[in-house]
């Protein structure tokens, strides 16, 4: 409960977890999260795992309210705070960001590095670095611009595995079989 950007400066109603869901790849699973607020006001909340139909769920019942010093008193604080709010959490999704794409690539690497000259891998092992090292800093732009540099640096790579998927896709297949 609050008006600033970060979780950690608001205010916790309830927490809930969703266990069971098998394992998967980095970014693969897809929550489903529901808000309803009913007549009475009571706040439920379930969340439900889309591919293996996994859910929990609670109930948020109103306990003890807020004063209306309180609730001034947070809204003053995200007004105060809103610039600092916004620079960190970008500066957050940056990180997290980063953090998919070194693992997608540090996967794709795993399995089809044989796509790459030894200048090649080097190269992104290289844009990887600077990437792990922007991301420990506290400049979301600087971190962004490491991803793109990343993203630009394995263009071919992906091209050249995405040529590899679709020549094993269609070896041995006649054209009447494809279309």
Known sequence: QGERELVSDCRSLAQFT???IPPMAAGAARIRITYQVDADGLLS???RETHSGVEASVTVKPSYGLTDEEVARMLLDSIQSADTDKEQRALREEQVEAERTLLAIESALAADADLLTEAERNDVASLMQA???QKQGSDHTAIRAA???LAQGT??????RMDRSV???LAGKALNEIV
């Open 45 to 47: 909340v379930s969340a």
């Open 131 to 133: 990437l792990r090292t």
């Open 167 to 169: 020549k094993q896709a």
């Open 147 to 149: 991803i793109e540099a």
């Open 155 to 160: 263009e071919m790579f992906a091209a050249r």
């Open 18 to 20: 969703l266990r069971g």
